[in-house]
């Protein structure tokens, strides 16, 4: 099963959430309708993706994810540029 790294932020590109998952258009929709409460992403409305990458399988994109956590916002920040300078 595939799976995906993402990173979201809200409208004024103040919060980085990273996340990892089998199914990005689900997860994306999830964000979008803030269908949990007490999220992460509802509190600080990260609804905006702004960087995904995709895996042959989930657990390679969870591995991906904890190591993107563990890093700086300027590692984050630079990864989502190279691809995504908007």
Same mark, same amino acid.
Do not use: Q
């Given at each position: 099963? #595939?799976? /995906?790294?993402?990173?979201? +932020?809200? !409208?004024?590109?103040?919060?980085?959430? @990273?996340?990892?998952?089998?199914?990005?258009?689900?997860?994306?929709?999830?964000?979008?309708? #803030?269908? /949990?409460?007490?999220?992460? +992403?509802? !509190?600080?409305?990260?609804?905006?993706? @702004?960087?995904?990458?995709?895996?042959?399988?989930?657990?390679?994109?969870?591995?991906?994810?904890?190591?993107?956590?563990?890093?700086?916002?300027? !590692?984050?920040?630079?990864?989502?540029?190279?691809?995504?300078?908007?």
């Amino acid at each position: 099963m #595939k799976g /995906y790294v993402y990173i979201t +932020t809200n !409208k004024n590109k103040t919060v980085l959430y @990273v996340g990892a998952t089998d199914d990005i258009k689900r997860r994306m929709n999830e964000h979008k309708n #803030k269908i /949990y409460p007490n999220a992460f +992403t509802k !509190k600080y409305n990260c609804d905006i993706l @702004v960087y995904f990458e995709e895996f042959e399988n989930v657990e390679d994109a969870f591995k991906k994810e904890l190591r993107l956590k563990a890093g700086n916002r300027k !590692k984050k920040e630079e990864l989502i540029n190279s691809i995504n300078p908007e």
